[in-house]
C-alpha cells in the first residue's frame, strides 16, 4: 500500500490498483474491501500520519498580515501586497518570482529565511544613504 501526503491541498491520497481506483475530477474512491481491511487501513494510516507530524522538518512561519516590503534572513526581498490580485507575493531572486499563496512562498523558501523582517521606505532611505 502506498500513500502520499501533500502538503499544499493537506490531503492523503492512497496508491494501490487493485484496492482502491480514484477516478475523475472529483476523485471518487471505489474501495473493493472487507471490513476487518479497512479498519487496519485505517489504523495504519492513522500511525502513518502521526509519525509525519512529528518528523516535519519545521513548523510552518506564520503569513506576513501587514502589506509592504519584507527581508528574510537570507537576504531576499519579498513583496506582499492584498490588492494586487491575482498575485498577492513577490519575491525578488534573479528575476522576480510571483505568487498568490503564502504556502507556496514558505515551501519555496529555505528555513534558513526565516524570521521575516518587515521594512519600511525610511529603512531604504537609510541604505542608500550610506
Not at 491575482?86 to 498568490?100: A, K, R
Request: aromatic share 14%; hydrophobic share 30%.
Amino acid at each position: 500500500m502506498d500513500f502520499r501526503y501533500d502538503f499544499y491541498e493537506d490531503e492523503l491520497e492512497i496508491f494501490d490498483s487493485k484496492d482502491i481506483a480514484i477516478e475523475g475530477e472529483d476523485r471518487t474512491l471505489h474501495v473493493s474491501m472487507k471490513p476487518d481491511e479497512i479498519k487496519a487501513l485505517r489504523d495504519y494510516l492513522d500511525t502513518e500520519l502521526e509519525r509525519y507530524q512529528a518528523t516535519r522538518s519545521r513548523p510552518e512561519e506564520p503569513e506576513p498580515i501587514e502589506d509592504g516590503f519584507y527581508v528574510t534572513q537570507d537576504g531576499i526581498l519579498i513583496h506582499r501586497d492584498s490588492a494586487n490580485q491575482p498575485c498577492e507575493y513577490t519575491v525578488y531572486t534573479d528575476s522576480p518570482t510571483y505568487y498568490s499563496d503564502w504556502r507556496l512562498v514558505y515551501a519555496d523558501l529555505k528555513p534558513s529565511a526565516f524570521p521575516l523582517t518587515h521594512v519600511t521606505v525610511e529603512d531604504f532611505r537609510k541604505l542608500v544613504k550610506k
